[in-house]
């Protein structure tokens, strides 16, 4: 079964620090990945995606991730934070073929001045 | 082109009682995906449907049950309420299809608090 991994509950950065928030899935193939974000009482609004070819990926409001196949990675990545990033960051999985996403936990970025 | 909607935006209901959920997808989009959100649990996979038919389930008791109409839009239903129902539901769309490129689009949810 798909699962995907955050392990950073909380991060806390400085305004204009860079970023960088992890993400580790498996998967049995190459999946379909995803950075959601969501602020508060607010849905998700999706942020970046990788589905194949290059592993550097660009995505909105400045974010890039990076795909590691090696290391079952999908790190998304931001060279300097705006008070506005600060919200909760979700990394999801999506197999070929099939809508349902799994997500992780979450990371709740909190941005300080 | 406008986003995915959803209605009621907040709700509270009595436990035992039931309760439906609207959700009108972009424009052409003919995926509707339903997820349920919560502190403890994070986002979960409710259901899928995919030109009127569920294509997908996610580990839910059959209180929750949904349906999607011709023009796309989904109702979600959860029958004899509990509190740990109480939850954000957030609905996706998607084109859907085998050229799909898979990216869910999210309404803003519906604040459910069972009472």
């Known amino acids: 079964a798909q699962s995907v991994t955050q392990p950073d509950i909380h991060i806390t950065v400085s305004e204009g620090a860079s970023l960088e928030l992890r993400c580790n899935y498996s998967?049995?193939?190459?999946?379909?990945l995803f950075w959601y974000v969501q602020s508060p009482g607010q849905g998700l609004q999706l942020l970046l995606k990788?589905?194949?070819?290059?592993?550097l990926v660009q995505g909105i409001k400045g974010f890039e991730a990076e795909f590691k196949r090696s290391q079952s990675s999908f790190n998304l990545r931001k060279p300097s934070v705006h008070w506005s990033d600060a919200a909760e960051y979700f990394c999801?999985?999506?197999?070929?073929?099939?809508?349902?996403?799994?997500f992780g936990t979450g990371t709740r970025l909190t941005i300080i001045p | 082109k406008a986003g995915v909607t959803q209605t009621p935006r907040y709700l509270i209901k009595t436990r035992g009682q039931q309760v439906t959920l609207s959700c009108s997808p972009i424009?052409?989009?003919?995926?509707v995906s339903w997820y349920q959100q919560t502190p403890g649990q994070g986002l979960q996979f409710l259901f899928e449907?995919?030109?009127?038919?569920?294509?997908n389930k996610g580990n839910f008791p059959g209180r929750f049950s949904g349906r999607q109409f011709s023009n796309s839009r989904s109702e979600m239903n959860v029958s004899t309420l509990e509190l740990g129902d109480s939850a954000l539901y957030l609905c996706?769309?998607?084109?859907?299809?085998?050229?799909?490129?898979?990216?869910?689009?999210f309404g803003p949810g519906t604040r459910l608090t069972v009472t």
């Open positions: 996706a769309s998607s084109l859907g299809g085998l050229t799909s490129s898979y990216e869910q689009y």
């Open positions: 998967y049995g193939a190459t999946p379909y």
């Open positions: 990788y589905f194949s070819g290059d592993t």
């Open positions: 999801a999985v999506g197999p070929f073929g099939n809508e349902k996403l799994t």
């Open positions: 424009s052409g989009h003919r995926s």
């Open positions: 449907y995919f030109s009127e038919t569920q294509r």
